[in-house]
């Protein structure tokens, strides 16, 4: 399980004092106004950054971080996904999963191992699961509990898969 997690993205500068809009990744937002320091990540490099104020805006989530105060500086950020400890993420309701800890997980068939979730990305209507096969192909698996899989099961580190047309 992963204990530092993605909990949004820098969307873009806003205003003249290093604001950025900031787009959280489960939707909810509230986690952002106790958060005090987080990594900042793009494209594999991180750095630290102090969280100086949040505020909502007209419906946008606005965060100022030290150090970060012209637009130059907030445009400099854009595109950085916001990593926070587990604790401090925003909180899963009941069934809920990050989709961190999908990555790894086995996707099993009748008891067998068919396949290991590789990457996740969002779809229209549920998160995707990319699953490294076990006849080498990568497949794309909706994560719709109930039509293509049960619930993941986190402790277990496995998805059951209800149709095995998906992977072959």
Do not use: W
Request: hydrophobic share 40%; charged share 30%.
């Amino acid at each position: 399980m992963k204990q530092v997690l993605a909990t949004g993205t820098v969307k873009s500068a806003f205003g003249v004092n290093g604001k950025v809009k900031v787009a959280s990744y489960s939707g909810d937002t509230d986690h952002f106004f106790k958060l005090t320091n987080v990594v900042l990540e793009k494209k594999g490099r991180r750095r630290e950054a102090e969280v100086e104020k949040v505020e909502r805006h007209f419906g946008e989530l606005l965060v100022k971080f030290k150090g970060i105060d012209t637009p130059e500086d907030a445009k400099a950020i854009s595109g950085c996904d916001i990593l926070v400890p587990r604790e401090q993420a925003s909180k899963l309701k009941n069934g809920e999963v990050y989709a961190a800890d999908l990555i790894g997980m086995k996707l099993l068939y009748d008891n067998q191992e068919v396949g290991v979730v590789a990457e996740t990305a969002e779809g229209s209507q549920a998160l995707l699961l990319e699953v490294d096969c076990s006849d080498g192909k990568r497949r794309i698996i909706p994560l719709l509990r109930g039509v293509f899989v049960d619930n993941p099961d986190v402790e277990e580190g496995t998805i059951r898969l209800l149709m095995k047309e998906l992977v072959q």
